[in-house]
Nanobody
């Protein structure tokens, strides 16, 4: 069982930056593909970013490409989401997810473990 704990969310203004962190409770962290999803009120959960086990491959949704960056530190068993030029439409609960030796999938069903989420609110 892997526990994922997100942190770093908050209330910011449009144009600001935030860095989300997701700490994983596993010594085999480097075997997991890690992703970020988000869910806005009244909407379905959507893919944001994914990074493979080594950090050598990343994918971002079109909505955040050029503004967000995903990275990981396997020694710290933590994955990060650096968010810049935030927009009001980025407002959502952001979830961290893990897939054991998973592909860099866009689909929530492919992930085995989920965090509890962290709220990001961007005011205009």
């Amino acid at each position: 069982q892997v526990q994922l704990v997100e942190s770093g969310g908050g209330l910011v203004q449009a144009g600001d930056s935030l860095r989300l962190s997701c700490a994983a409770s596993t010594r085999t962290f480097s075997r997991y593909t890690m992703a970020w999803f988000r869910q806005a009120r009244g909407k379905e959960r959507e893919f944001v970013a994914v990074i493979n086990w080594s950090g050598g491959s990343t994918r971002l949704s079109d909505a955040v490409k050029g503004r967000f960056t995903i990275s990981r530190d396997n020694a710290k068993t933590t994955v990060y989401l650096e968010m810049k030029s935030l927009k009001p439409e980025d407002t959502a609960i952001y979830y961290c997810a893990a897939a054991y030796y998973g592909s860099t999938s866009y689909f929530a069903k492919d992930y085995d473990y989920w965090g509890q989420g962290t709220q990001v609110t961007v005011s205009s």
